[in-house]
């Protein structure tokens, strides 16, 4: 069997790959940008197909020969208009299954969308999800999997959750949070996906674990994490309101938290029978045990993929050459090795915050989110390792070379565009650490925004490189005469799977 796994460096495609290849299963991931699935695990046990959803005809050729596909696409970040962007990347995906050198072979495609409320109007973002589902049902074999919030380490849904909870002692809530809602564990969603492989295309299947309202969601994890909080619903707040209020206390932006929840205000709960019959095997664990196993892998480290990975499908841009840009170079020895310098700025952001002068970086980030930016608060999936494409803070991971270079690429509102490079390159025993701040102006307020904030951009910059240079020296001294090593976990027994047999274990 032969599957093409679409959105593959999304939170839920990028899990599933380890999974299918766990099963033996042969695996072709789609991307825009083959740099994405650089460093990941399963990087040289996939085929690559390098196409963009809307392009129907390199999408055929992405699909020769493939047995079962999975779509798991969407585009929410793309904007006000994503319903029309889900609808026309679900029609090209079908004219191209629909080719008959496609069609011959593609006997299953697995569509992961949402619950639908029992209401006359439903959201625009579970309306798109039902839209998409309705496409590919209607032109071919397809089994459309719809589950409710999806609970795992650095999924969007728990980490709303999570920093609510955490953040706010006392919370005044629309009164929606009373409806029934029924969230699933990603174990359970990776578990359904990859058992789906092996059946006939079934229609919908509605999927999901307890049944409860989001207030009790939060008081479950504030029971879990042994906190106290107080919650008051009021009827007044709408959803609206209340996504702008969740895309300032939690690192979900407004564009993925006002969706979210404009779906909960009507009960979204599962007609489970078809699951039961189709997968029985798959026993959903409940919503405690869901937390508790994320909150486990958090601690740990050992989140595998996160909500902020996902990139829109708006144009990107990288860095090909420095002509023409302004360049900020600057450059000291350290007394460590190559290893221990990139771990050092390897590891800048999130919790461990910047090194030097943290309070100009909240100010920062809290200036962007206020402009629509994505701020500080994305932080970033794990506390050293880096792949391209994540997020850190309000950079994206352009290029990573581990021991010697990290490119990061802004994405906070800026006049131009811009790029934060550090490089350590062997010399007289010890490091050459350079570090370069390249800046695109766009137009005339661009350059008046660099070369305006040059003095002060001159004074953290500085302060950074030294403190790098400090930091991994420090490393460098406590070991010494010894490498820490800490074991890692293998296999699928934290979060992310159970009920599929796997060898070895």
């Not at 090795?337 to 800048?348: H, K, Y």
């Amino acid at each position: 069997m032969l599957a093409l796994v679409t959105g593959a460096t999304g939170y839920i495609g990028g899990r599933l790959v380890e999974e299918l290849l766990a099963q033996g299963i042969a695996v072709r991931v789609l991307v825009r940008d083959p740099r994405r699935i650089a460093g990941r695990t399963w990087a040289r046990a996939v085929q690559v197909a390098v196409a963009d959803m809307a392009d129907a005809p390199r999408l055929r050729q992405a699909l020769s020969g493939v047995d079962v596909a999975y779509y798991l696409v969407h585009s929410m970040y793309d904007g006000a208009h994503y319903a029309e962007r889900d609808r026309q990347l679900a029609t090209s995906f079908v004219t191209a299954a629909s080719a008959p050198e496609v069609a011959g072979r593609l006997r299953h495609v697995i569509y992961l969308g949402g619950l639908q409320p029992c209401a006359r109007r439903v959201s625009t973002h579970l309306g798109s999800r039902a839209e998409v589902g309705q496409i590919l049902r209607l032109h071919l074999p397809c089994t459309e999997l719809r589950a409710g919030p999806i609970i795992g380490s650095g999924s969007a849904s728990f980490e709303m959750v999570r920093y609510l909870t955490e953040r706010l002692p006392v919370m005044i809530a629309p009164r929606w949070i009373l409806n029934e809602i029924q969230p699933i564990a990603v174990r359970d969603i990776l578990s359904y996906l990859v058992l789906a492989a092996a059946r006939q295309p079934s229609g919908v299947v509605e999927v999901g674990g307890d049944r409860l309202t989001f207030r009790r969601m939060i008081e479950v994890f504030a029971d879990v994490r042994g906190l106290k909080r107080l919650i008051y619903p009021v009827p007044i707040l709408s959803p609206r309101l209340a996504g702008h209020w969740v895309g300032l206390v939690t690192p979900v932006p407004n564009a993925v938290a006002v969706p979210l929840l404009e779906g909960i205000i009507h009960p979204v709960v599962a007609n489970t029978h078809a699951a039961r019959t189709l997968f029985p095997e798959v026993e959903p664990i409940s919503y405690r045990r869901a937390v508790e196993l994320a909150l486990g892998r958090i601690e740990r480290g050992d989140v595998r993929t996160r909500w902020s990975g996902a990139l829109s499908g708006a144009p990107t841009y990288h860095l090909s050459d420095w002509e023409g840009l302004n360049a900020e170079v600057r450059s000291l020895h350290v007394g460590a090795a190559p290893e221990q310098v990139s771990r050092t700025f390897s590891g800048l952001g999130g919790e461990r915050g910047w090194l030097v002068f943290n309070w100009v970086w909240q100010l920062r980030g809290l200036i962007d989110r206020f402009v629509g930016g994505p701020g500080l608060r994305r932080g970033r999936r794990h506390p050293q390792e880096l792949l391209p494409g994540e997020s850190v803070d309000f950079w994206r991971v352009e290029t990573v070379e581990p021991g010697h270079l990290l490119r990061l690429r802004a994405e906070m509102l800026l006049p131009g565009r811009a790029w934060l490079q550090w490089e350590a390159v062997p010399e007289d025993g010890g490091t050459r650490l350079v570090q370069t701040a390249l800046f695109a102006p766009t137009g005339f307020w661009g350059s008046v925004y660099w070369y305006g904030l040059y003095p002060i951009h001159g004074f953290i910059f500085s302060g950074l490189v030294r403190a790098i240079a400090r930091a991994a020296e420090k490393t460098a001294t406590a070991h010494k005469d010894s490498l820490s090593i800490s074991p890692g976990t293998t296999g699928l027994d934290a979060d992310e799977h159970q009920h599929v047999e796997v060898k070895g274990e």
